[in-house]
Every structure is written in C-alpha cells, then in structure tokens.
C-alpha cells in the first residue's frame, strides 16, 4: 500500500438503476431478530390494537398459541433492509408496493432475514435520467420459513444523471 497516497473517502449509497439488472438478487445481512419491544412499540404507534399483538393470554387460546409479530412491522422491516444496499441516496420515489403476503407466522424471537430480487426495469418516459425498478422482497425466519414477500415499485435515478447533478 502505497503510503504516500491520501486516504480515500467512501460514502455509502444504494445502486442507481444503471447499476442494477434483472435477475440480481441481494441477500440483506445481518438479520433483525423481533423482540417483544418491537411488536408492543411498533403496534401501540401504529395504533394497531389488534389482541394477537399485545394479549398473550388471549393469544394463547388461538391458533399459533402465542402473539404475532405485526404484519406491518415485518413488512417495513424487510423494505427498510434493503435501503443500505439499494436504495440509499439513489431513490427518488417509492411508487408502489403490491402483492404482499404472509405465509407463515414471525413470533417475538424469530429472526428475520430479507432478500431482494430485481425482477423487471425500464426506463421512465416521463422523467429523464430517472428508472423504475420492480423488486420481490422475501422475508424468511431462520429456520428458512417464508414469513413475508412483497413487490415493490420505486423510482430511482440513473448514475450519469446523478453525476452532472452533483458537479
């Protein structure tokens, strides 16, 4: 290592659409494990009341015999866990999420691990210099269980575009 040279600076950022192709797949770690500080907090500012968050007697009298971790709570959770490798400081506008879905419980213990798969591009008519990526988040406890997917849609920006904005 030449120790003449300066050090360098790095700033970390998401990709920008031109950095991406369909068919990419981006494994998110570490891993979140859900406590249940997370799912009281998460539920009572979301005003979610629902007694399979906060009930555990109740809870223990339905079907998965203990209290769920919130829906909502899984779902931002496994998009905020692609921000730091996707998205940061390269999005311009989530447009859309769709398609969710839960297929398996996420319990106060489990460990959430989220993946992400670019699955379709183009680029926008409207706003040159700009993308619009479509990308499947899988959310899986870590027993391998899928717990959680979505699609979502965001608008991001292209490198050169990001480039002359920043000269």
């Given at each position: 290592m030449?120790?003449?040279a300066?050090?360098?600076?790095?700033?970390?950022?998401?990709?920008?659409?031109?950095?991406l192709?369909?068919?990419?797949?981006?494994?998110?770690?570490?891993?979140?494990?859900?406590?249940e500080a997370?799912?009281?907090l998460?539920s009572?500012?979301?005003?979610?009341?629902?007694?399979l968050?906060?009930?555990?007697?109740?809870s223990?009298t339905?079907?998965?015999?203990?209290?769920?971790m919130?829906s909502m709570?899984t779902?931002a959770?496994?998009?905020g866990?692609?921000?730091?490798q996707?998205?940061?400081?390269?999005?311009v506008a989530?447009?859309g999420?769709?398609?969710?879905?839960?297929?398996?419980?996420?319990?106060?213990?489990?460990?959430?691990?989220t993946e992400?798969?670019?699955?379709?591009?183009?680029?926008s008519?409207s706003?040159?210099?700009q993308?619009?990526?479509t990308?499947?988040?899988?959310?899986?406890n870590?027993?391998?269980?899928?717990v959680?997917?979505a699609?979502?849609?965001?608008?991001?920006?292209c490198?050169?575009?990001?480039?002359?904005?920043?000269s």
């Amino acid at each position: 290592m030449d120790e003449s040279a300066a050090p360098r600076t790095v700033v970390q950022r998401g990709l920008h659409y031109d950095e991406l192709a369909v068919g990419d797949r981006f494994l998110h770690r570490p891993g979140r494990t859900a406590t249940e500080a997370d799912n009281m907090l998460f539920s009572s500012l979301t005003m979610n009341t629902q007694a399979l968050h906060l009930d555990a007697a109740y809870s223990e009298t339905q079907p998965f015999q203990q209290r769920l971790m919130n829906s909502m709570w899984t779902l931002a959770t496994m998009v905020g866990a692609s921000v730091a490798q996707i998205t940061q400081g390269t999005l311009v506008a989530q447009l859309g999420l769709s398609d969710v879905s839960f297929p398996a419980p996420l319990f106060h213990g489990d460990t959430l691990y989220t993946e992400t798969e670019i699955v379709d591009m183009r680029l926008s008519a409207s706003r040159p210099g700009q993308g619009i990526v479509t990308m499947t988040h899988t959310g899986r406890n870590q027993h391998g269980a899928v717990v959680a997917v979505a699609t979502r849609v965001a608008l991001m920006t292209c490198r050169e575009a990001a480039q002359e904005g920043s000269s």
